[in-house]
C-alpha cells in the first residue's frame, strides 16, 4: 500500500500542503487542491477538468483514482448542438476511409484481372486525373482484400494506391494490415509516412500510439495520444483512457528504475519530526539520561548520544541520531537498553524507507521484551503500508493484551481506522486516546478532523476552539484550524491562524521550524487573491527552511503549473519524485511530471496544437 505511515507525524490535514496521517497520498492531496481550489473547474462523468490560468488542461482522477496520476483532457463540454455535429463529422470521416468496403464496388472493379497494372515507372507517364482514378480502383480493392483478411493481399494493393498518389488514408489502411498481422514496426513505419502527409490524422496517430506501447516505447505512444486527444476535440474517451494508462505506465517504468537506485536516507526533517511526535513524548529511559555520565565508545553511550541528537530536531541531528542507533547495536553490551535499541534503530530504518530491515528490528524488540508496546504500534504502521490490514490489526491486538492503558494504542488504530474511512470507528478511538491521557494534543485534533470528515462542522469547530483555549502555545493547533477555515473559504481568518502558527513555530523551534503553516498560507493567498507571487515567496522560504520537504516541492510544482510555465514545473515535479519515499509516491509524482513534459512536447512537435490547447483553456477561462 503507497502512502505516507500510518501513525502518521500528525494529525490528518484537509489541504494538499499537509501530510496525510494514513490517508490519501500526497498526490491525491494536491490533486484535490488544483482541482478544487486553483483553476477553472469541470466535472463531467466523475472525471475533474481542470483548466489551469495559462491554458493548460489536466485530467486529474477522483480520490478513488489519483493514485493513477493526471492526464490531459477536454477543456470543456460540448452542447448538444455541437455532439450530434461531432458524431455525424466522426461517422462520415469512418466511412470515407472504411477499410471494410461497406459499399458495393463496381462491377468494372470485382476482378483482379480488371485492376490497373502500376509501377513507378508507367505512373510516372500518366496524367493527374488518372492516377487519382487508379488509386482509387486500388484502395476499394484493398478494402475488399481487408474484409476478407487477405491481409497479404491488401498490403500489396494499398502499396499500388500509394505509387498512384501519396495519401495518408492509404498509408493507414496498410498499417491497419500490419496491425492484424502485429507487425508493429511496419505499423509505426506506415503511420509515420501518413502522419507525415497529415500531423492531425486521428486515426492513424492512434494506432501509432497503439503499436509503439506494443513495443514498450511509451513515452512515444503518450505523445501520440495526447496529440489525437487534442486534434479529436477530446471526443474520443478510450483516447483519454489510454492518456491516463499511459502516464502510469511510464511514470511506474521509471520509478521503479529510481527506486532502485534510491539512496536510503532519511525525509526532510519535517516529515521525521511530524512522525516522531505522533507517540506521547516519554522521559529517555532510566539510564540513558541526558546527564549520565556515558562513554561514546559503548552501546549505551551511543543510545544516550542518539536520544541528544534527536532532540535538536534538525536534519544533521536526525542523521547523527539515526548514525548513533546503528553504532549502539554494533557495540552491544545494551542490557536493559537492548530492545529499546532495536525499536530506535527500526524507527530510524523505517524513515529512509528499508521497510524490512524495519521489520526485522520491530520483531527483534518485541522479542526481547513484548511489554514495549511502541515496536508492535510502529511494526503495524509498516504492515499497513504494505498492504497487510488483518497483520496491523493483529500488531494492536497484542500491544493492548500487553497494556490496555497505553493511549498510544488507541490513538494509533485511529489511524487505521482513518486510512480506511472507518470515520466512526477512528473517532472512538481518538476519544478512548483522550479519556486515558487527555494531554495528548494530537488524539484531540485527529478528533477534530474526523468529525470535520463525518460532516459534522458545529462539532469540529468546538473541538478546535477548545484546543485553542487548551493548548494555547502550541502552533499545530493554529495550523489545522486555519486548515479547517481555508476549506470553509474563510479566507482571512485562516491566515490569521496561519501567521500565529509560523510565529510560535519561530518562537519554539528556530532551528527546526515546521514550515507546513508557511505552505498552507501560501495556498490560502493564491486561493483567496491569485496571488501567485507571494505564494511562490512563501513556497520558497519554506524550501529554505527545509530543502528536503516534498510537500513545499509539490506545491511549488503546482503554483508554476498553474500559471502555465511548465518547464519550471517539470522540475519541480521531479524534484518531487526524487524526494518520495515509497513506490506509490514516486509514481505518482512521476505521473504528473510525464504529463508536464508531454505538453512541452506536444508544444515543441506541434505547436499548432499547443496554440490551439491554449486557446481552448483562454476561453473558458471566464466560466464559473
Not at 455541437?82 to 459499399?103: L, N, Q, Y
Not at 490524422?201 to 509503439?212: E, H
Not at 504492515?383 to 497505553?406: C, K, S, T, V, Y
Not at 494509533?412 to 476519544?431: C, G, P, V, W
Request: aromatic share 8%.
Amino acid at each position: 500500500m503507497s502512502g505516507r505511515p500510518i501513525p502518521e507525524p500528525s494529525p490528518v490535514q484537509l489541504q494538499a500542503s499537509s501530510i496525510p496521517t494514513g490517508s490519501p497520498s500526497l498526490w491525491d492531496r494536491i490533486s484535490t487542491w488544483a482541482s478544487e481550489h486553483k483553476a477553472v473547474v469541470y466535472t463531467i462523468g466523475g472525471a475533474v477538468l481542470v483548466v489551469t490560468v495559462g491554458g493548460v488542461v489536466y485530467y486529474l482522477s477522483d480520490t478513488n483514482k489519483a493514485a493513477q496520476g493526471p492526464s490531459v483532457i477536454s477543456p470543456k463540454k460540448k452542447s448538444k448542438k455541437d455532439r450530434k455535429k461531432a458524431k455525424k463529422d466522426v461517422e462520415e470521416a469512418s466511412k470515407a476511409e472504411s477499410t471494410t468496403a461497406k459499399k458495393p464496388i463496381p462491377a468494372s472493379m470485382e476482378t483482379e484481372d480488371e485492376l490497373p497494372e502500376v509501377t513507378e515507372e508507367s505512373v510516372a507517364a500518366l496524367d493527374e486525373q488518372i492516377r487519382k482514378d487508379y488509386a482509387a480502383k486500388l484502395k476499394a480493392a484493398g478494402n475488399k482484400a481487408y474484409g476478407s483478411k487477405d491481409y497479404n493481399k491488401a498490403i500489396e494493393l494499398y502499396g499500388k494506391a500509394i505509387i498512384c498518389r501519396q495519401d495518408p488514408v492509404f498509408y493507414s489502411n496498410r498499417a491497419a494490415c500490419w496491425n492484424a498481422m502485429s507487425n508493429w514496426e511496419k505499423v509505426i513505419e506506415d503511420t509515420t509516412a501518413a502522419i507525415n502527409l497529415d500531423p492531425e490524422y486521428v486515426k492513424a496517430l492512434n494506432r501509432r500510439a497503439n503499436a509503439y506501447e506494443e513495443v514498450k516505447r511509451y513515452s512515444e505512444a503518450l505523445l501520440d495520444y495526447t496529440a489525437s486527444c487534442i486534434i479529436d476535440g477530446f471526443r474520443n474517451e478510450q483516447s483519454a483512457q489510454s492518456v491516463e494508462r499511459l502516464l502510469k505506465k511510464v511514470a511506474e517504468s521509471k520509478g521503479k528504475a529510481i527506486l532502485e537506485g534510491k539512496e536510503k536516507k532519511l525525509p526532510s526533517p519535517t516529515f521525521v519530526s511530524n512522525y516522531l511526535q505522533s507517540f506521547r513524548p516519554k522521559p529517555p529511559p532510566q539510564g540513558l539520561e541526558e546527564d549520565a555520565e556515558l562513554e561514546d565508545n559503548t552501546g549505551k553511550g551511543q543510545l544516550k548520544k542518539g536520544l541528544v541528537a534527536m532532540g535538536r530536531k534538525t536534519a544533521d541531528g536526525y542523521a547523527e541520531a539515526a548514525d548513533s542507533f546503528d553504532k549502539a547495536l554494533e557495540l552491544g553490551d545494551l542490557g536493559e537498553h537492548e530492545a529499546f535499541a532495536y525499536n530506535m534503530r527500526g524507527t530510524f530504518r523505517y524513515l529512509k524507507g528499508n521497510n524490512e530491515d524495519a521489520l526485522t528490528d520491530l520483531t527483534k524488540s518485541i522479542e526481547i521484551q513484548p511489554s514495549l508496546t511502541q515496536s508492535y504500534i510502529k511494526r503495524a504502521s509498516m504492515h499497513l503500508e504494505l498492504g497487510n490490514r488483518d497483520a496491523a490489526a493483529n500488531d494492536f491486538e497484542q500491544a493492548m493484551a500487553q497494556n490496555p492503558d497505553d493511549p498510544d494504542i488507541y490513538y494509533h488504530r485511529a489511524q487505521l481506522h482513518f486510512i480506511l474511512s472507518e470515520f466512526a470507528e477512528a473517532a472512538k478511538d481518538y476519544q478512548k486516546s483522550i479519556d486515558i491521557d487527555k494531554d495528548f494534543i494530537f488524539s484531540h485534533i485527529q478528533l477534530g478532523v474526523t468529525q470535520y470528515k463525518m460532516g459534522s462542522i458545529a462539532s469540529s469547530m468546538a473541538t478546535f476552539r477548545r484546543c485553542m483555549k487548551n493548548f494555547d502555545k502550541v502552533p499545530d493547533v493554529y495550523n489545522y484550524y486555519g486548515e479547517l477555515l481555508l476549506d470553509q473559504q474563510k479566507y482571512q481568518e485562516a491566515i490569521e491562524k496561519f501567521d500565529t502558527a509560523v510565529e510560535m513555530e519561530k518562537q519554539t523551534k528556530p532551528l527546526g521550524m515546521n514550515v507546513l503553516p508557511l505552505i498552507n498560507k501560501a495556498l490560502a493567498l493564491f486561493q483567496w487573491k491569485q496571488d501567485f507571487s507571494e505564494a511562490e515567496k512563501l513556497c520558497q522560504k519554506s524550501l529554505i527552511i527545509d530543502p528536503e520537504c516534498d510537500i513545499a516541492v509539490a506545491t511549488m510544482a503546482q503554483l508554476l503549473l498553474q500559471q502555465g510555465k511548465v518547464t519550471d514545473a517539470l522540475k519541480y515535479f521531479e524534484r518531487a519524485a526524487e524526494l518520495s519515499r515509497t513506490e506509490g509516491e514516486i509514481v505518482n509524482a512521476l505521473s504528473y511530471a510525464e504529463a508536464t513534459r508531454t505538453q512541452l512536447e506536444v508544444q515543441e512537435k506541434y505547436p499548432q496544437l499547443a496554440s490551439r490547447l491554449q486557446g481552448m483553456g483562454a476561453g473558458i477561462s471566464g466560466m464559473r
